[in-house]
């Protein structure tokens, strides 16, 4: 059974602060890794994807991949209440390209 | 492109009543996916369609679900003999492959009561 692990939260952090994201996966041959960010109500929003080891920033956000720990981590710069939502782990492994997700990790910016 | 369209929004039926999922994916992509998610947990994986085929069923998906892709355009998810167990979210997703990811639909939320 392919697992992505992801803390549930809340993870509560002030406005301006660094967030930080973290996922777990079991599955040793996943190639692909992405993260969504979901607001209450609404359907996943994909806002990062990474496929190598290392970092991968885009704008506030950056998206950390270690395969050998089998380890990926989202960082949050500069949080705003806007990024309050419910933020899911997802990886791929097969050509079929369905993704697992994990169960998402709630986070609270506070103003 | 107008995304990934997905009809109804909502809809509550009555347990035992069976019920009709429609998504549209953007046009050119030829894989579409079938989600559901229920509260507190991150998306599960149906089924999915290259083209028209179906090429892998989730065992969550019971005799009682089916989907179809006719003419690799849009799909419908059925669900027959509605059961409470049944209330969710119901995603649709489409991508033209190559593992960048996926663009949700909106989702219909069904309630089964």
């Known amino acids: 059974q392919k697992e992505v692990e992801q803390n549930s939260g809340p993870l509560s952090v002030p406005e301006g602060a660094i967030a930080s994201l973290n996922c777990t996966y079991s599955?040793?041959?996943?190639?692909?890794f992405f993260w969504y960010r979901q607001y209450s109500g609404k359907s996943p929003e994909l806002i990062m994807s990474i496929y190598s080891n290392g970092d991968k920033e885009d704008g506030r956000f950056t998206a950390q991949l270690n395969k050998a720990s089998q380890y990926v981590s989202l960082l949050i710069r500069d949080s705003q209440p806007s990024d309050s939502a419910t933020y899911l782990c997802a990886v791929n492994g097969d050509s079929s390209y369905k993704l697992i997700f994990g169960s998402g990790t709630r986070l609270l910016v506070r103003p | 492109d107008t995304g990934v369209s997905q009809n109804p929004r909502h809809k509550i039926t009555k347990r035992g009543q069976n019920v009709t999922f429609r998504c549209d994916p953007i046009?050119?992509?030829?894989?579409l996916y079938w989600y559901r998610q229920t509260l507190g947990q991150g998306p599960e994986f149906l089924t999915y369609?290259?083209?028209?085929?179906?090429?892998?069923k989730s065992r969550l998906l019971s005799d009682r679900f089916s989907a179809e892709r006719p003419k690799g355009s849009f799909s419908t998810l059925e669900i027959q003999r509605t059961e409470q167990g049944d209330s969710a979210m119901y995603l649709c997703?489409?991508?033209?492959?190559?593992?960048?990811?996926?663009?949700f639909g909106s989702g219909t939320r069904l309630t089964v009561v």
């Open positions: 599955d040793r041959g996943s190639q692909s």
């Open positions: 046009s050119e992509h030829n894989r």
């Open positions: 997703a489409s991508t033209s492959g190559g593992g960048q990811g996926y663009t």
């Open positions: 369609f290259q083209n028209e085929a179906q090429l892998e």
